[in-house]
């Protein structure tokens, strides 16, 4: 039971290059978040699913997309990278039951 | 729409001195409340959860914390301070509003602890 992954740790881009970040949950949690982290601001919610095939956009959503193809894997991309989008990316899940939330262990993204 | 202050952007204690860090919250909902702490290029360990129960919380390393509906508060304490608990302590609050919240959980801007030996 790894719980919820993230690939990869590390990541460096150019300004308008595209990449996308994959998080893999084997726990069959139903909800599935992914949050970006910044100095002083705690993390704040980029976007969301509630279920397969389903997401919503959360309060940070701009320049970023996701997908929920299958129930244990949300994928998050960055079509074309800015400056601004260095920081570091956690994913989350949580079953239905709103017990605790499992974080991922974080990807670190810079952006040249 | 929910929000959460953490009221110290920094904290500073010596080893053995108590612990307090300060957090409110505001919510049209009856919320859950929780402590996170992240330590220096780690991930998030949850210490507590409030979750309707006790008003009184205890978590994980000697960390407690108290809901108080009255103050709109859930301060995190600790009796002690250790050299490890040197880290960022985040208060997050997940709205309960009939399964509409989808869990999604909102973050205070953290806290960094300092122990100085």
């Known amino acids: 039971n790894a719980g919820v992954t993230q690939t990869p740790k590390f990541r460096v881009l150019k300004t308008g290059q595209s990449m996308t970040l994959l998080c893999a949950q084997d726990?069959?949690?139903?909800?599935m978040y992914w949050y970006r982290q910044d100095p002083g601001m705690g993390l704040r919610l980029i976007h969301y699913?509630?279920?397969?095939?389903?997401?919503a956009k959360g309060e940070v959503p701009d320049g970023y997309n996701v997908s929920r193809l299958k129930k244990q894997n949300f994928l998050l991309g960055l079509e074309s990278a800015a400056p601004s989008q260095t920081s570091v990316y956690f994913c989350?899940?949580?079953?239905?039951?709103?017990?605790?939330?499992?974080f991922g262990p974080g990807t670190r993204l810079t952006v040249l | 729409a929910q929000s959460v202050t953490q009221l110290d952007s920094h904290v500073s204690v010596s080893e053995g001195t108590p612990v307090l860090l300060r957090c409110n919250y505001s919510?049209?909902?009856?919320?859950?409340l929780f402590w996170y702490v992240q330590h220096p290029n780690k991930g998030l360990q949850l210490l507590l959860k409030?979750?309707?129960?006790?008003?009184l919380v205890k978590g994980i390393n000697g960390f407690e914390a108290e809901f108080k509906k009255s103050e709109t508060s859930f301060h995190l304490t600790k009796p002690s301070a250790h050299m490890s608990d040197a880290a960022e302590y985040f208060c997050?609050?997940?709205?309960?509003?009939?399964?509409?919240?989808?869990?999604?959980?909102?973050f205070g801007q953290g806290t960094i602890l300092t122990v100085h030996p």
């Open positions: 409030y979750t309707s129960a006790a008003t």
């Open positions: 699913s509630v279920g397969e095939g389903t997401t």
């Open positions: 997050v609050v997940r709205i309960n509003a009939g399964g509409t919240s989808y869990g999604k959980l909102t």
């Open positions: 989350a899940s949580i079953g239905s039951s709103y017990n605790e939330q499992f």
């Open positions: 726990m069959n949690h139903e909800y």
């Open positions: 919510s049209s909902y009856s919320p859950s």
